[in-house]
């Protein structure tokens, strides 16, 4: 069987991997605590699940909706934009996606040509890359000079004649990072003077911690936002990972080139899942904020252990999202591993607790913790991973 050329260099997701090995080992009966996960830990608001209970008994399920989404939907979405990022979108410039994911994917399938580049910068979420690489283009991942962030001289380094577009994700995964009004300000304007689209993905954006200033790229001025497609969904800030829902909110004719996509790749978005984000986006916000808070406590409690760690080393503290991202090159050279991934799976084999290597993200040096876990099991998973570093010292 012939398998496209353009797959040989696109690898299964690494997080994804992660979560499985440690599920299947927990089936096994080991005591795993899994801090591999992109996922909050908590149940859908009660809410949520309510609508999508009340749609599917008022038989609203059986039917496709617009392939764009629900015209509900899109409204809220809108409006939700409007009243977080200030920026005015009608209804037709959202477009409502199988998960943000799927967002991405149809927006890099829209806009490049065989051999047309996206500059990534590293790190970066996993799938940016093997995105792009599937949709016929080429990744352009550009390392960080300045902690986890890029900068217009980074960019210049790396941008050629058919960069065609930019992922600005703030708040980062895998870091945490947020970047400034003054940093994205002079990232939008290099893009837009160079006629490079910006994807802003603001997935975390609801999810800032610590007083942190959090800059929308849909705040800093109209040139930029008409310069901009936002991609955003469900999953993080309302505990909704499995319903699959998010969007991209874009300039028209962008916006026409994803529906028609959508239209032939996956049809609508699952209804009753629509219905559910609608109510998540329309009714009672006080389980975002809740949630946001516990993430807070958790991060302000589980920094320091990590910290603490020997042979960690941790650049800067998160602003955001619900991830830490440490240098381990120290713990692995004294443990005498010949790589941060051979580390990871002693570390599981050996303590239960699962980590993702950095190498997933451009960072080969790097773990990458992920703090959507109960209190306890920070705590203990800090604890496991000190022992283990000292006793194999
Ligand atoms: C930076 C980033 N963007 C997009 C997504 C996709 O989210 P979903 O497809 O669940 O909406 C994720 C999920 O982990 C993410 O971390």
Do not use: C
């Not at 991997?17 to 996960?37: H, N, P, T």
């Amino acid at each position: 069987m012939h398998i496209a050329k353009k797959l040989a260099r696109v690898n299964p997701s690494a997080t994804l991997a992660m979560s499985q090995k440690s599920a299947q080992l927990r089936a096994a009966g080991a005591d795993i605590i899994d801090l591999s996960v992109g996922q909050p830990d908590f149940k859908t608001p009660e809410p949520i699940a309510a609508a999508a209970i009340a749609a599917i008994s008022s038989g609203k399920t059986s039917y496709y909706t617009a392939a764009s989404g629900l015209p509900e939907l899109r409204k809220a979405i809108a409006a939700d934009i409007k009243a977080k990022k200030g920026y005015d979108y009608a209804p037709d410039q959202i477009v409502v996606t199988n998960g943000a994911k799927f967002a991405l994917y149809a927006i890099f399938t829209a806009i490049l040509d065989p051999g047309d580049g996206v500059l990534l910068p590293q790190p970066g979420w996993v799938s940016y890359t093997e995105q792009v690489r599937i949709a016929g283009g080429v990744p352009q991942e550009v390392p960080a000079s300045d902690g986890f962030k890029v900068t217009v001289d980074d960019l210049d380094a790396v941008a050629t004649k058919n960069t065609k577009a930019i992922v600005i994700n703030s708040p980062q995964n895998p870091s945490g990072t947020v970047y400034t009004r003054q940093e994205l300000t002079l990232i939008a304007n290099w893009a837009v003077r160079k006629g490079i689209l910006i994807i802003a993905d603001e997935i975390y954006s609801d999810l800032v911690y610590n007083g942190t200033d959090y800059v929308s790229m849909l705040q800093l001025d109209p040139q930029i936002s008409a310069n901009t497609v936002l991609v955003s969904g469900v999953s993080k800030s309302y505990a909704m990972t499995g319903w699959r829902i998010g969007y991209a909110a874009a300039p028209k004719k962008l916006a026409s080139a994803l529906s028609t996509i959508i239209s032939h790749a996956t049809g609508n978005a699952a209804a009753v899942s629509q219905y559910a984000a609608i109510e998540a986006y329309t009714g009672d916000q006080q389980p975002v904020e809740d949630m946001r808070q516990a993430f807070e406590k958790r991060l302000n409690t589980f920094y320091p252990l990590v910290k603490a760690i020997p042979g960690f080393k941790l650049v800067e503290k998160p602003q955001g999202a619900f991830y830490i991202f440490a240098n381990v090159r120290d713990a692995v050279n004294a443990l005498g591993y010949d790589s941060v991934d051979t580390f990871v799976a002693a570390l599981l084999d050996e303590t239960g607790v699962a980590l993702v290597p950095g190498r997933a993200f451009g960072m080969p040096d790097y773990v990458r913790l992920s703090y959507a876990k109960g209190m306890d099991d920070l705590v203990e998973a800090a604890k496991r991973i000190t022992d283990f570093v000292n006793t194999s010292n």
